[in-house]
């Protein structure tokens, strides 16, 4: 009978651990140098086994934005105060790809000294989530967002706000913010116009509306790229991937594909290092 009773409790305690719900673990930055945050529920850091980058050396006509962004990181990488960052300006001239070899090299330098952590911009709204998981933390974090804007006030700008700077507690302090746009101020000029049209205090408005990019305390600016870096950035391209061309004949190819493409900027530029590898058969 005792048996019969024991093998009872048992399968009750069983039943009850099954309807229990579960203690969810706290994600972790071990085991990859980079992650992509997903909020869930459950929220997790998914790792990611290798980062799609570009080597600092190759990214050209950037050499000031370059020392300005590396210095940041390495400091930070190593304990030292660093600021936040906002890289702004012209489309495809190597903003997040300069966030990418930036990260590397610090990690280079102080080996698994920092995280990067890709957040996505629909998931801004759970940073402050973000945030707390890695205030416990020992490594270091950089969070980033690519392409960050706003159309309106809503509540991601609000939870931006208030974490880059504000609120109680404050950013943690092995955490930095890195995040690029094409607006200087996060938002289009036609939204903080109509701000100005329409607010009972004009310039408060406005204010208002620019104060969230006045947060980052570094402001690092790209614009177009002339015609010689254009050269200079397929020159180091082609010299990377060791291209059997000569240069009179790749600079004339070169110009004809930014023509199609409107325009030049890095990513022009490494669109058609990848066209001219696979018409000459080198695998990149």
């Not at 009773?5 to 085991?31: C, H, K, V």
């Not at 700008?157 to 930095?176: F, M, Q, T, W």
């Not at 200079?232 to 600079?251: N, R, T």
Request: aromatic fraction near 8%; include cysteine.
């Amino acid at each position: 009978m005792s048996s019969l009773n024991d093998a009872l409790l048992l399968r009750i305690a069983e039943a009850l651990e099954r309807m229990a719900p579960r203690q969810e673990e706290t994600p972790s930055l071990t085991g990859a140098d980079a992650f992509v945050w997903h909020p869930g529920p459950p929220a997790r850091l998914a790792p990611v086994p290798r980062v799609s980058r570009v080597d600092l050396v190759l990214l050209k006509g950037i050499d000031r934005q370059k020392e300005i962004l590396l210095t940041n990181t390495l400091r930070f990488a190593q304990g030292f105060p660093a600021n936040n960052a906002m890289l702004w300006g012209a489309r495809g001239t190597g903003k997040s790809s300069l966030v990418k070899a930036a990260h590397a090299e610090a990690n280079a330098a102080y080996p698994g000294s920092l995280a990067l952590i890709e957040i996505q911009r629909e998931d801004i709204s759970t940073l402050p989530e973000l945030l707390n998981i890695l205030r416990g933390q020992e490594r270091r974090a950089l969070v980033f967002c690519d392409d960050l804007s706003f159309e309106r006030e809503d509540a991601d700008y609000k939870a931006l706000k208030s974490v880059l700077d504000g609120g109680i507690e404050g950013r943690p302090a092995n955490v930095l913010f890195y995040a690029t746009s094409n607006r200087r101020h996060l938002m289009p000029r036609d939204m903080m116009e109509n701000e100005r049209s329409t607010a009972i205090n004009p310039g408060e408005a406005v204010e208002e509306k620019v104060s969230l990019s006045d947060r980052f305390g570094l402001w690092v600016g790209f614009h177009n790229t002339d015609q010689e870096t254009f050269f200079a950035m397929i020159d180091g391209y082609a010299a990377a991937l060791s291209l059997p061309i000569g240069q009179e004949e790749l600079h004339r190819a070169a110009v004809e594909w930014s023509v199609t493409r409107g325009g030049r900027s890095g990513r022009v530029a490494w669109q058609f290092i990848q066209e001219m590898a696979g018409r000459l058969g080198v695998k990149g």
